[in-house]
Each structure stands twice: as C-alpha cells, then as structure tokens.
C-alpha cells in the first residue's frame, strides 16, 4: 500500500478515536422534549394513552380529574382523567397560585395528543418553558378522548437540569395544581375547573 494513503488511514482513525473520546456521553434523560423515547418495562407506567387498574403507584381525585403517578430512578410518570374534551393540565411544585409551576398541559385533537412543558409566569399566567428561555423535557405524552373524558400520559425527567424547572426528589412531597377545560384544546383559554392538592413522590 502507498505510505501515503497508510498515514492518511492513520491519522483518519486518530481523528476517530479523538472525536468519539470527545463525545458527551449517553445521558441518563434527554434534554430535548419531544417524540416518545422512553425506556419501558412492565414494571413501569406504559405512555399510551390508557390507564389501566394498578398501572400507577399513587392516585388523587381533585375536581374530578383523576391524577396517577408513578417515579422511576430518572423520570416521573404522570396520567390525567379529565372530565371534558379540551385540555387537562397538572401544575407541580407551585409557589404562589400558579407561578413557577412546572405545568405540563395536553390535549387530544382529532384523535393526536398535542402536549407541552410550561411554567407558572405569574399568579394567573402560564407559557412555554421556550419562552423564557428554557426547553421542553417531555420525555413522551399519549392521550385519548373517549366518553366525554380526556386521558393524558406523559413522562418527565425528575431533574431536567432546565432553568424554567426545579428538581423533583423521590421520597419529597410537592403540591400540585391540576386544571382542565371541559370543552376547548386551546391552551390560552382559562380553566373550567382548578385545584390544589399534593403527591408524595414515593421510591420506585
Ligand atoms: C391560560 C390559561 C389560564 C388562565 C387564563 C388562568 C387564569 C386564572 C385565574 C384568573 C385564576 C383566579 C381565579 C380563579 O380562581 O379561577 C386562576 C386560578 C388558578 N389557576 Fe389558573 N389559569 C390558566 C391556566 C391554569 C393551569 C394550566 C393550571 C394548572 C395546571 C391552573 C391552575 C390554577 C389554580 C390551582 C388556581 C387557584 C390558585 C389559588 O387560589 O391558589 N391555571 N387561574
Ligand atoms: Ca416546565
Ligand atoms: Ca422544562
């Protein structure tokens, strides 16, 4: 072979070796939302869009949404039952009334889950984690409209390491505020009903 080419092959594959030494490594949660990639289990929470009976480890009526959630070593699984058409939303870890929540908010239209990560702006006012210069971390969301009633699930890392966010300790209670809109999917309109309550983020 031409010692050329050999020394060119050489240092093609130092190149290699050094750009591959030099890439961030798997991380544990991804830091860009978006399609569902998620590592499942039977043991874990299935993102589908249906809740079935033992699916999740704590469960909360507030205003007649159903609020399931479970925890795993990276991320936190969350499943809504509103009793309407339009959007549900869950609020996690608030300050004051809304403001700081870590409010993700989905919907179904025509038969697509529509999902994004927000956060309390202020007492009454909420936007995307994008407009005040953070990401959006979902992990995954699935939805269903059937009956009347708006299932959403979706998965979040506990610790997104995002500015808008604050990190979610396993063994830690937080208050949580949920919200739905009986008839519309847009995200801008106000709430039918809302509420306060709390979870308790129990080991996996
Ligand atoms: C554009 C959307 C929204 C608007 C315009 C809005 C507006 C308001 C307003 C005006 C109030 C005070 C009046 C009332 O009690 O009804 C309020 C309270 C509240 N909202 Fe919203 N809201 C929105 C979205 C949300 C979302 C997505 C959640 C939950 C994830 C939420 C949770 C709450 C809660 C829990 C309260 C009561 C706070 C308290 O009394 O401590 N809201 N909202
Ligand atoms: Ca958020
Ligand atoms: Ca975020």
Redesign the pocket.
Known sequence: MDKTLLILLGLLAAVGAAVFLLLPGPTAVPTTGGVPVVRTSAALPSVDGTIKPGEYSGKVDLVGVEVDWSTDKNALRIGLVSPGTGWV???LDPQV??DK?N?I?GAVVNGAVVARD?VGTGL???GPDTSVGGQDNLLAAAGREADGKTTLEFAIPLNSGDSADRPLVVGQTYKI???YQATSDD?????SR???GEITLTAP
């Open positions: 939303a869950i609020g009334m809304m929540a409010i908010l927000d009454f006012t909420h505020i949920v919200a995200f801008s309109e106000r709430h809302r509420a306060a």
